[in-house]
């Protein structure tokens, strides 16, 4: 499964490991590229402290039985203030089976 550019996208952040809560929050791919991916900051914020951290970002995928939501392991490399997102990105996200990296748009 790809993620492309313009796709919304869910973030997932584990708050308390050992309860098992965690937060759900939306955001948009601004550009992928290998490994990376570039989003949008999500809604709400992404807090600074989750740069360096894990989350899991997930998406939903059209199937012939209906919607269904896939999801992988990433890092947050950084959270960038001030991006500015490259116009129209078309080309697809390689699958090497590599943990993507995500910097956070702001």
Do not use: N, W
Not at 7 to 36: C, F, K, N, P, W
Not at 65 to 72: E, I, L
Request: aromatic share 4%; charged share 25%; net charge negative.
């Amino acid at each position: 499964m790809e993620v492309l550019p313009g796709q919304r996208v869910r973030i997932i952040v584990e708050t308390d490991h050992g309860r098992g809560d965690a937060l759900v929050m939306d955001s948009v791919v601004y550009e992928a590229a290998g490994d990376t991916l570039v989003l949008a900051q999500t809604t709400p914020p992404l807090a600074s402290g989750t740069c360096g951290g894990e989350i899991t970002v997930t998406y939903l995928v059209e199937e012939k039985d209906g919607p269904a939501r896939y999801g992988f392991p990433a890092e947050v490399a950084a959270c960038i203030e001030d991006y500015r997102p490259a116009r129209a990105r078309t080309r697809r996200r390689s699958s090497s089976g590599g943990q993507p990296t995500l910097p956070c748009a702001a």
